[in-house]
């Protein structure tokens, strides 16, 4: 469970490195290639809003943070 949770975080992690922020579907839809449902989505992007690792900029709107880029190298 919490190897497929750190693959999924890559994942989303990996499609925010570029600095440019991502709207919510576009991140949803790579992201559900990779795991299947949108609930699984929501969990995860959860997860890196509230550790900090992704902010949310505007709505539907979100980029990588500093913390964000740091967990993406580590992982």
């Known amino acids: 469970m919490l190897e497929r949770k750190i693959a999924l975080a890559k994942i989303v992690l990996s499609k925010l490195a570029d600095d440019n ?19 699984t989505f929501r969990s995860i992007l959860s997860f890196l809003v509230d550790k900090g690792y992704v902010e949310k900029v505007d709505r539907g709107l979100y980029q990588i943070t500093e913390k964000g880029k740091n967990f993406l190298k580590a992982i």
Request: aromatic content about 6%; some cysteine; hydrophobic content about 25%.
């Open 21 to 39: 922020p991502k709207r919510w579907i576009p991140l949803m839809k790579t992201t559900m290639r990779n795991c299947g449902t949108p609930n």
